[in-house]
């Protein structure tokens, strides 16, 4: 009968999703006195669960986090002495999360941090993003936020802090909607900019927010990345774009490990099934409004999988595709798949006649 129940499970994650998306997971490293060694987690779902020990500035950071409607504030807290940020960056490998910030970051540490979190995306496949004050990466991992004087009332936030707020904001987002234009009521004014000085910002690759005359929003959902390449082309570019790719990922590696891997043989027809579930998937995210509808495919690798046969001592010369979809490929399953995100509607031309 084949794999019913991983078609299921790949049926109901993709159902779940567009909700999931709205309920994004931000970490938040935190330096306090609260932590006499090694590194603490908390999880914040209100602000009833703000650690009553926490400095007032990191309980303001939470709220700030808050403030966008996350699932849950992961607070990951080192002590105030702490040299560095290894420790938590070590344990962040190890928990859940979507999007990170680190409000009291010093400039210094900056580079460093990007670099780290790059390399959890690109290489220990770990798909999340961070918002960094001031970190021009051109990489879609890292949301590069560069406005600064943000006054809250009473309270005027340098870029650094406030990178909780936008964290918080992006993690609440369902995958249906963009960062762009998104309203932040809470923000009383910022200094202001033309419409050339914030064309100009956000080409750079920057997140910015922009007055309007009556209110602040964020100009354009854009991550840092500036130039595009067969690696990340021009879609890595938006936030929205990268939020869906990462999701997509992280279901599609989730339900395999879950249902299937280790569970079956490997067989041509259990891969066909594994593709046909992850098909189902795509389905399900394409009438749901975040992929677009006809566009997404998934199907065995012939390619790749003709290179592993010849590794392995296998000589396919003279065969034909279907004798290499089929061939016995040991423990290795090579697939390929094909999924287009749907942006949001962010750009309209109105011509009016008269």
Not at 81 to 100: C, F, H, P, S
Not at 110 to 124: E, I, N
Not at 135 to 155: C, Q
Not at 326 to 343: G, H, I, M, S
Request: glycine residues 6%; contains cysteine.
């Amino acid at each position: 009968m084949g794999l019913p129940n991983i078609n299921i499970a790949f049926k109901n994650t993709a159902a779940a999703a567009v909700s999931q998306g709205a309920v994004g997971i931000v970490a938040l490293i935190l330096k306090d006195g609260l932590v006499a060694s090694g590194v603490s987690e908390y999880l914040v779902y209100t602000v009833n669960d703000i650690p009553a020990g926490l400095s007032a500035t990191n309980k303001d950071y939470v709220q700030l986090a808050l403030n966008g409607s996350p699932s849950v504030v992961k607070l990951v807290v080192l002590p105030s002495a702490a040299a560095n940020y290894t420790a938590a960056q070590d344990y962040l490998e190890t928990i859940k999360w979507n999007v990170l910030a680190i409000p009291g970051i010093a400039t210094a540490d900056v580079a460093g941090m990007a670099t780290w979190v790059k390399g959890l995306f690109d290489t220990k496949l770990k798909k999340i993003m961070a918002v960094l004050p001031g970190s021009a990466s051109d990489h879609p991992a890292i949301i590069n936020f560069t406005t600064d004087t943000i006054k809250v009332g009473a309270t005027t936030y340098n870029t650094g802090p406030f990178t909780a707020r936008i964290a918080g904001l992006i993690a609440g987002l369902p995958l249906t909607a963009s960062p762009t234009y998104q309203v932040l009521p809470d923000v009383t004014d910022v200094p202001k900019l033309t419409k050339a000085q914030a064309d100009t910002a956000i080409d750079a690759g920057q997140l910015i927010l922009y007055h309007d005359g009556e209110k602040v929003k964020i100009a354009r959902g854009v991550t840092s990345r500036t130039t595009a390449d067969t690696v990340f082309g021009a879609d890595w570019k938006k936030i929205k774009v990268v939020r869906v790719l990462n999701k997509v990922y992280e279901d599609i590696k989730r339900t395999c490990e879950d249902n299937y891997v280790g569970k079956y043989p490997n067989s041509y027809v259990n891969k066909l099934l594994l593709v046909s579930a992850i098909t189902a998937y795509f389905d399900q995210l394409e009438l749901d409004g975040v992929l677009d509808p006809g566009k997404s495919t998934a199907d065995i690798d012939v390619a790749v999988q003709r290179t592993y046969l010849n590794s392995i001592g296998t000589n396919t010369a003279g065969w034909s595709e279907q004798e290499i979809r089929e061939a016995n490929t040991r423990d290795q399953v090579f697939l390929a798949a094909y999924a287009k995100p749907l942006d949001a509607i962010e750009d309209i031309k109105l011509d009016i006649y008269l």
